[in-house]
C-alpha cells in the first residue's frame, strides 16, 4: 500500500537581511541571458522551448542547492540544459489554433515526462512548481504540479493523525486535554500504561493561532479627547433629539439613552470586570490560568452579555415610533463607535472568550509543563507536515533549557548559481515559562514529519542525550520561505503572468553536524521500520499496537 508524502510549508527561523529587486550578475552559461524572472510575461512562452528556457533561468538564479547537488553528483543544471532544451524544441504543438488536439496531447505527455525526470532529482522537499500546459488547440490548459522525488514509485507508510487520534485518545488518562477541531487535533495528557509518562500530539504547528492567550495590560481605557466617545452632552445637542416635538416624549427618549451609556460606561468600574483585570496581571507575570481566572473572565463576560442590547427595539418599546426613529438610529450609530471603537469593548470580549475556550490548553498542559509536574514526555510528530514557524517559540522553545546552535541556514548572496552567503548559526532559546530542568524526551517521527517538525527536532536534541528521536527518518524538508523581495534566491511568484507558478524556499539549511539532510530527513535515534500494509489497515482499531509508542516507552521507562 503506498502513501504520498504531503508538502506542507514552513517559515524560516531567521531571516537574514537582503534586497532582490534587480538582477545584475550573469549567470554561468555565457550564451544564455539573465532576465529578472518577474519580467517574463505570457508572451515570451510561444512554445515548449521556451516554457522549458523560462523555468531553466528561473530555477539557476533562485534555487538554493546547487552546490550541494552537484557536489553529491546528482545535478547538473548545465547539463541538464544541453540535455532537455533539444527535446523540449523538438515538440511541435503549443495548443495553438488548427493544431491537432491528439498531437497537442501526446506532446504535453511528453513535456510533462521531462519535467518530472528534471525536477525528480531536487532534493529540496518543500519546492514545487506549477506548469501550465495546453489542453488543446482551444486554449484550454492543465496544470501539474511538479517536485523533487516525484518519480519514487514506493513511500513509507506513516502514522496519519486521524488514525492516531483514534486508538491514543483512549491511552490517556481522564484529565488529557484532547481536541479534533477542523485544522488543528491535539492531544496532551498522561499514559494510562505509564503514567508518570505524558504523550503530546497535534496535527501540524497551528498552536499559537488556537491556544495562545494574550492578555493585554489594559482594556476600557478610552484616553482623553476621543472623538468616538459619547457623552450626554452630545446626545442633548443632537439635531435628531431637538427635533422630537413633543417635550414628554423627547425628554423620555433622551433618558432611556443617557440610561444605557450610562449601564455601559459603568461596566468598567464594576467589580466582574476589576476582578478579571487582577488576575490578569498575575497571569501576565505567570502565565498560569488559575481557577480564579477562568471564574473572573466568566463573571465578567456574563455581565458583559447581561448589558442591555441597544440596537435593537427592547429597550426603547412603546417609545420608539416615527417620531422617535432618526434619533434612535443616530444613537445607535454613536454607540456603536462608543462601545466598539472607543471603550474597544470587542478587545475586553476576545481576551476573555480566549481565556474560557484557551485556558484548559494550560491548566493541563502548558503550566504543569512549567512547574516540573512533567518528568517525561513523547511528543508524536509522526504525519505533522509543519505550519507556522511562530509555534517555534510557543511550543518547541519550552523544552529548551539551554543556547544552543541546532542548525545552519544560508541564502544566496548575488545571482550567480554558488554565490551564497555564509552559514549562519540557527540558535534554541529557553523559553520564560518552559521547563525548569532537563528531562527525557522522545521525539516520534516518520516520513511525514515535515518542516517544523524536523526544525523542532534538531532544536529538541540539540539540549543533550536526554532528548532521543524515535522511529522514521523525517521527510527532508527543512529549507525556509520568506516574504517576496526579501532574498536574492527562492521565489513564490507566478512567473509568465502563472504560466510557472513557483513554491521556491530561500533558504538553505543543514543540520548543527553541517550535514544537509534536505530530501533524506533526520536520523532517528532509535530507528522503527515503517508500518506495514497490515499494521496500516489495522490502525484504526483501539487496539493498534504500536511499535513506535512502545519503543518511547522502553526509552523512557528506563531513565
Not at 552559461?29 to 533561468?57: G, H, M, Q
Given at each position: 500500500m503506498?502513501?504520498?508524502k ?12 537582503l534586497?532582490s ?12 541571458t ?18 522549458f528556457?523560462?523555468?531553466?533561468k528561473t ?15 546528482g545535478?547538473d543544471?548545465?547539463?541538464v540544459y544541453?540535455?532537455?532544451?533539444p527535446k523540449f524544441?523538438?515538440?511541435?504543438t503549443y495548443g495553438?489554433?488548427n ?12 513535456a510533462?515526462?521531462y ?5 525528480h532529482p531536487l532534493?529540496d522537499?518543500h519546492?514545487s512548481v ?12 492543465r ?13 513509507p507508510?506513516?502514522?496519519p493523525?486521524a488514525?492516531?487520534?483514534?486508538y491514543?485518545?483512549?491511552r ?21 500504561s505509564n ?8 496535527s501540524q ?10 492578555l493585554?495590560?489594559?482594556y476600557?481605557?478610552p484616553?482623553?479627547g ?9 446626545l442633548e ?10 417635550v ?9 439613552t443617557?440610561d ?5 460606561n459603568a461596566?468598567?468600574e ?9 488576575e ?7 502565565e ?21 442590547k ?6 426603547y418599546?412603546?417609545?420608539y ?10 444613537f445607535?450609530?454613536?454607540m456603536n ?16 472568550s480566549?481565556v474560557?475556550?484557551r485556558?484548559?490548553?494550560?491548566q ?7 512547574t516540573?509536574?512533567?518528568k517525561?514526555?513523547?511528543i ?5 507536515g509543519?505550519?507556522?514557524v511562530v509555534d517555534?517559540r ?10 544552543a546552535v541546532f ?15 555564509p552559514?549562519v ?13 532537563d528531562?527525557?524526551?522522545a521525539i516520534?517521527?516518520?516520513?511525514n ?5 524536523e526544525?523542532?527536532t ?6 543533550g542525550?536526554?532528548v532521543v ?25 507566478e ?6 507558478t513557483f513554491?521556491m ?5 543543514k ?9 533524506v530527513?533526520v536520523?532517528?535515534?532509535?530507528y522503527?521500520?515503517?508500518p506495514?500494509d ?10 493498534f ?5 512502545n519503543e518511547a ?7
Amino acid at each position: 500500500m503506498k502513501r504520498i508524502k504531503r508538502k506542507i510549508t514552513i517559515f524560516s527561523l531567521s531571516i537574514l537581511s537582503l534586497s532582490s529587486l534587480t538582477v545584475l550578475n550573469s549567470c554561468s552559461s555565457d550564451d544564455i541571458t539573465i532576465t529578472d524572472p518577474r519580467r517574463f510575461t505570457a508572451n515570451d512562452i510561444n512554445s515548449y522551448a521556451d516554457l522549458f528556457e523560462v523555468f531553466w533561468k528561473t530555477m539557476d538564479q533562485q534555487y538554493n542547492y546547487f552546490y550541494e547537488q552537484k557536489d553529491q553528483g546528482g545535478l547538473d543544471w548545465d547539463n541538464v540544459y544541453k540535455t532537455y532544451y533539444p527535446k523540449f524544441a523538438a515538440l511541435q504543438t503549443y495548443g495553438r489554433p488548427n493544431e491537432d488536439d491528439g498531437q497537442i496531447n501526446e506532446d504535453y505527455l511528453a513535456a510533462s515526462q521531462y519535467f518530472k525526470e528534471i525536477m525528480h532529482p531536487l532534493i529540496d522537499r518543500h519546492f514545487s512548481v506549477k506548469i501550465q500546459f495546453p489542453a488543446t488547440n482551444k486554449s484550454i490548459i492543465r496544470t501539474v504540479t511538479f517536485y523533487g522525488g516525484m518519480l519514487d514509485e514506493d513511500t513509507p507508510n506513516v502514522y496519519p493523525f486521524a488514525e492516531k487520534y483514534g486508538y491514543m485518545k483512549n491511552r490517556v488518562d481522564g484529565n488529557a486535554f484532547m481536541s479534533n477541531r477542523s485544522g488543528l487535533g491535539i492531544i496532551a495528557g498522561n499514559l494510562i500504561s505509564n503514567p508518570d509518562i505524558y504523550y503530546l500530539s497535534f496535527s501540524q504547528f497551528a498552536v499559537t493561532n488556537n491556544f495562545k492567550i494574550t492578555l493585554a495590560d489594559k482594556y476600557l481605557n478610552p484616553g482623553k479627547g476621543n472623538a468616538l466617545l459619547l457623552t450626554e452632552d452630545i446626545l442633548e445637542a443632537r439635531e435628531e433629539l431637538k427635533a422630537i416635538k413633543d417635550v414628554n416624549m423627547r425628554n423620555a427618549i433622551k433618558q432611556v439613552t443617557f440610561d444605557l451609556l450610562k449601564e455601559y460606561n459603568a461596566y468598567s468600574e464594576s467589580n466582574a470586570y476589576k476582578a478579571f483585570m487582577e488576575e490578569v496581571v498575575k497571569f501576565n507575570q505567570t502565565e498560569i490560568v488559575s481557577n480564579e481566572l477562568m471564574l473572573s473572565a466568566q463573571n465578567a463576560l456574563r455581565e458583559y452579555n447581561a448589558l442591555p442590547k441597544y440596537d435593537v427595539i427592547t429597550p426603547y418599546g412603546a417609545l420608539y415610533n416615527a417620531h422617535t426613529a432618526d434619533y434612535v438610529g443616530a444613537f445607535i450609530s454613536l454607540m456603536n463607535n462608543h462601545v466598539n471603537f472607543g471603550y474597544n469593548f470587542p478587545e475586553l470580549t476576545r481576551a476573555l472568550s480566549q481565556v474560557l475556550t484557551r485556558g484548559e490548553f494550560y491548566q493541563k498542559f502548558l503550566n504543569p509543563l512549567h512547574t516540573g509536574e512533567i518528568k517525561k514526555i513523547i511528543i508524536d510528530l509522526r504525519s505533522n507536515g509543519g505550519g507556522a514557524v511562530v509555534d517555534a517559540r510557543f511550543i518547541s522553545d519550552r523544552f529548551i533549557t539551554k543556547n544552543a546552535v541546532f542548525a545552519y541556514q544560508r541564502t544566496r548572496e548575488g545571482n550567480g548559481r554558488f554565490n551564497y552567503t555564509p552559514w549562519v548559526e540557527a540558535k534554541t532559546k529557553p523559553h520564560n515559562f518552559g521547563i525548569p530542568k532537563d528531562i527525557p524526551i522522545a521525539i516520534l517521527t516518520d516520513k511525514n514529519s515535515a518542516s517544523m517538525s524536523e526544525i523542532t527536532t534538531m532544536m529538541l536534541k540539540s539540549q543533550g542525550n536526554q532528548v532521543v528521536s524515535v522511529g522514521d527518518y523525517s521527510a527532508g524538508a527543512t529549507a525556509g520561505l520568506g516574504t517576496v523581495d526579501d532574498f536574492n534566491g527562492g521565489t513564490r511568484d507566478e512567473i509568465a503572468e502563472g504560466k510557472l507558478t513557483f513554491y521556491m524556499p530561500l533558504l538553505a539549511m543543514k543540520d548543527a553536524d553541517g550535514v544537509v539532510v534536505e530530501g533524506v530527513g533526520v536520523k532517528p535515534n532509535i530507528y522503527v521500520t515503517p508500518p506495514t500494509d497490515s499494521e496500516l489497515e489495522e490502525m484504526t482499531s483501539p487496539n493498534f499496537v504500536d511499535r513506535v509508542v512502545n519503543e518511547a516507552i522502553k526509552y523512557l521507562s528506563s531513565k
